[in-house]
């Protein structure tokens, strides 16, 4: 079983950088699809960027040219690089990996904050 544990997160200003990591113990293939997720207050839960196992990446229209998603697959590592933050950016942000039919493992989730 695959267990992940978020870091990263915290307080910035509009404009601000931050960058979020995701370590993954137990059995994670390198194979698997990866990816980042966030759910602001009231809202529901939306993908934000995501890898497979070749290194593809896809983005939200919201975070393109502004958010970068890597992983290190020695490391069992994900990251998402995130830059030009904005206040709408403010949410709980999971990281996920699986079969990249169903993600089926997912961490507890770092807390971003952007104010304005």
């Known amino acids: 079983r695959v267990h992940l544990a978020e870091s990263g997160g915290g307080s910035v200003q509009a404009g601000g950088s931050l960058r979020l990591s995701c370590e993954a113990s137990?059995?994670?293939?390198?194979?698997?699809?990866m990816g980042w997720f966030r759910q602001a207050p009231g809202k529901r839960r939306e993908g934000v960027a995501s890898?497979?196992?070749?290194?593809?990446?896809s983005y939200a229209n919201s975070v393109k040219g502004r958010f970068t998603i890597s992983r290190d697959n020695p490391k069992n590592t994900l990251y998402l690089q995130m830059n030009s933050l904005k206040p709408e950016d403010t949410a709980m942000y999971y990281c996920?990996?699986?079969?990249?039919?169903?993600?089926?493992?997912w961490g507890q989730g770092t807390l971003v904050t952007v104010s304005s």
């Open positions: 137990g059995h994670l293939y390198s194979s698997y699809c």
């Open positions: 890898i497979d196992g070749d290194g593809t990446t």
């Open positions: 996920a990996a699986g079969p990249c039919s169903g993600l089926d493992a």
